[in-house]
């Protein structure tokens, strides 16, 4: 049956192979997570403890054959547990592209676009967001 209502998606996401997250919650507690998938405005992860939506998030996501992590502000935007991995899957969208304080670096959104050309099948989520 074909979804009728209101397409929210508004980036399509990809998975990159290895991809990991640390991330700190509202400042404190880290903890590492793999990357399910990720777009220009958020990602999915796996994580062992639930997350409250709406914390806020500082996220590092590590990249296989990057240097170093892009890191990113985001929040929370819903968590479920997966029982077949044993394990929280996460929601995070990611603040604005800016320069004000608690905005992503506008370079990071270039490198998204960049990662999307290599890692983003033709027939991948074809109407996906996040």
Excluded: C, H
């Excluded at 209502?5 to 192979?17: A, D, N, T, W």
């Excluded at 990720?38 to 054959?65: Q, T, Y």
């Excluded at 890191?71 to 320069?99: C, L």
């Amino acid at each position: 049956m074909e979804y009728e209502g209101i397409e929210k998606r508004q980036s399509r996401r990809f998975r990159i192979p290895g991809a990991t997250a640390s991330f700190e919650i509202n400042g404190d507690d880290e903890e590492l997570g793999s990357v399910i998938d990720i777009s220009r405005v958020g990602l999915k992860l796996l994580s062992k403890n639930p997350i409250e939506i709406n914390s806020e998030l500082i996220i590092d996501i590590s990249i296989p054959g990057e240097r170093f992590p892009l890191t990113f502000w985001g929040q929370a935007r819903w968590s479920s547990f997966d029982m077949k991995r044993n394990k929280y899957v996460i929601g995070i969208g990611f603040n604005p592209y800016g320069e004000q304080r608690g905005q992503n670096y506008p370079g990071y959104l270039e490198k998204i676009f960049a990662l999307e050309q290599i890692y983003l099948k033709p027939d991948q989520y074809n109407t996906t967001r996040y």
